[in-house]
């Protein structure tokens, strides 16, 4: 089944050089405190995708990686990204203390307050020892570095290469930084892009070591293998250390990017047993591992950072996530309680018979807050970019009567109001046409696409191959479109931010009887192969979820203004597609949650047998 897809910008590394130094700016000018320190996250993602790029710019023009200036000098960006991360993490308490302490001892280089002093005695033991002058400055890289990779950068665009657990999955960054800090004092690490370019650089500040390389892993998703030139095998011989570290998200469902580096390592004269992993869970490789690769897993240490550890708990400038945002929701009255994985049907209907199905890969992280000004959704948003847009996504949705109240984002967390008194939509119930089409209507001319997600001859590929995956070749061959038409009706394609998550489960209906939009902000950003789309794709999925009766989806067509020759037949192609994408999704979720998803997917399914082939 064709689900996931990846997300790849084609950027100029001078104007994301740029972009950077400025976002280092701007969280210099912030106060001490969670907004500052997520603002400096932010610019740490963006360095890490300018080191991927330009690494990667490099690998595929030599065909192996390599240890080079260019390379050097953007990692060294990162380093200083990472080490502002860090201080701001670690160190906090002691900074405000210096800055506002009274009584004066003699300290590293500078003077410091006597109290500063008692705090950092009492602070966990950190490798990050910087002078009293740095903890009285806000934390930013400095700017030589910049300046350094500047005049090292190519003029050709970099493919920047979304890093899926910053965007999706709560991955922080700060866990690597932790983590690492068990390992022994310089242990050198190596990351593997794409996101682990970034965390081998957290992780190198954590164990207190120098700059790390990065390496792509390259081939077969179950089978990869490391090309890398003989400089850099050389750099691996010449390092004598008690360990190596290997930083990357996952394993997923082999392991094999880890499992290609420690191959690599080791062929290099490195000992199994002083080879560490740094995951993004403690967690074995999924069912594809290399059963040598398994056993080696299995064997080495894994040191890794749980995310309620990371933010149950005060880290510096970053207080406990149940207080991020009390300034505006006031303060906890309980525990957070975790929403994730489904488990927010419990709160929203009667009884388990009733459950929609849930499918925890694509879900956010998100969690119930309950205060003295009431109830609040804490959702993770993503780290870097596009969080901003995100909030002023779901501000234009409440404004305009569709969605409910944001209160505001930070470090990757948004908060919105938790409609106690709303219902989610019974069996029976609809959400009328006209509601249908004002909403969609809205969201077409409020948030155009940046960039177009899959094109209708992707799309197409997609459909073929889950509707042959579920129904067979017979089924698949009467999807019978030619690249020719698809691109010809490509041209009526007008990509825009689309819901895509249309489903009865989706919608509230508050005590006026209202239809109020849940979960309307990012899925055309998702980790999904479909992306932006035009809006067809969500008059498709409009139709589909509430069963719409031919007449009354010909009546959304004409107040959306699709009731043309073009209009109809993009509409009837991406019926078929979204009905393939669905049922490729829920197939994926397997046979967990009582057989719903798998239900679910039995429904698209049947659908699409029902069909008449679909012309272009």
């Known amino acids: 089944m064709l689900v996931y897809g990846d997300r790849f910008r084609f950027e100029d590394p001078r104007a994301k050089l740029d972009g950077i130094e400025a976002a280092w700016a701007e969280a210099a000018r912030l106060p001490p405190g969670l907004i500052r320190h997520g603002a400096l996250v932010g610019a740490f993602v963006e360095a890490s ?117 910053h965007a999706f999955y709560a991955l922080y960054p700060e866990a690597y930084f932790e983590a690492a800090r068990t390992l022994p004092s310089a242990t050198p690490v190596v990351g593997l892009r794409s996101i682990g370019a970034g965390l081998a650089a957290m992780a190198a500040v954590g164990a207190g070591g120098k700059a790390p390389f990065s390496l792509r892993p390259v081939g077969h998703p179950f089978r990869r293998e490391i090309r890398a030139s003989a400089r850099l095998r050389a750099r691996v011989a010449a390092t004598p250390v008690a360990a190596w570290a290997i930083a990357d998200e996952g394993p997923g469902l082999s392991g094999s990017s880890f499992g290609a580096a420690a191959d690599w390592l080791e062929a290099e004269g490195v ?173 077409a001319g409020a948030f155009p696409a940046d960039a177009p997600g899959a094109s209708l ?69 998702g980790h999904d192969l479909v992306g932006a789309q035009d809006l067809a794709w969500d008059l498709a999925g409009a139709a589909v979820e509430f069963d719409l009766p031919e007449h009354e989806a010909g009546r959304l067509l004409a107040l959306c203004g699709y009731d043309t020759g073009q209009g109809r037949a993009l509409y009837a192609l991406l019926t078929t597609g979204y009905l393939a994408f669905q049922l490729g999704l829920w197939t994926l979720a397997g046979g967990a949650d009582n057989g719903r998803p798998a239900a679910l997917a039995a429904g698209y399914a049947r659908r699409l047998e029902r069909m008449r082939a679909p012309h272009v």
């Open 49 to 165: 995708e300018l080191a991927q790029g330009l690494a990667d710019l490099e690998f595929e023009a030599a065909g192996e990686d390599d240890v080079t200036a260019l390379q050097g000098a953007a990692m060294a960006v990162v380093m200083e990204a990472a080490r502002a991360v860090a201080q701001s993490w670690s160190l906090l308490p002691l900074r405000e203390k210096v800055a506002g302490g009274a009584g004066r001892m003699r300290g590293a280089g500078a003077e410091v307050s006597g109290r500063g002093a008692v705090e950092f005695a009492s602070l966990p033991t950190s490798r990050i020892h910087p002078s009293s002058d740095a903890l009285r400055a806000p934390p930013s890289p400095a700017r030589g570095e910049g300046e350094r990779l500047r005049a090292l950068l190519p003029d050709a665009a970099i493919r920047a290469k979304q890093a899926e657990g």
């Open 457 to 525: 001859i992707e799309l197409a590929r997609m459909a073929r191959v889950n509707v042959e995956d579920a129904l067979g070749a017979k089924a698949a061959a009467r999807l019978a479109w030619t690249d020719a038409e698809l691109a010809d009706l490509q041209h009526a394609v007008r990509p825009v931010q689309v819901d895509a998550r249309l489903h009865r489960w989706e919608w509230l209906v508050a005590p006026e009887g209202r239809r109020l939009k849940t979960d309307a902000l990012d899925h055309a950003g």
């Open 271 to 443: 000992p199994a047993s002083r080879i560490v992993f740094l995951p993004s869970h403690a967690g074995d490789p999924g069912p594809e591992a290399d059963p040598a690769h398994l056993r080696r897993w299995r064997e080495a240490r894994r040191p890794t950072a749980d995310f309620d550890d990371l933010t149950g708990r005060a880290h510096g400038a970053v207080p406990p996530l149940a207080h991020w945002f009390a300034d505006r929701t006031g303060e906890p009255l309980a525990p957070l309680e975790d929403l994730s994985a489904g488990a927010w049907r419990a709160r929203r209907f009667a009884d388990e018979a009733s459950w929609p199905p849930a499918h925890p890969g694509f879900e956010r992280r998100k969690h119930l807050l309950r205060t003295d000004r009431g109830a609040w959704l804490l959702k993770f948003a993503g780290l870097g970019r596009e969080d901003r847009s995100k909030l002023d996504r779901a501000r234009a949705l409440h404004r305009a009567g569709f969605g409910v109240e944001p209160v505001d984002l930070r470090h990757g967390f948004l908060a919105e109001r938790w409609r106690d008194d709303a219902r989610p939509l019974r069996a029976d119930e609809s959400v009328p046409v006209e509601r249908l089409a004002a909403y969609l209507g809205f969201r």
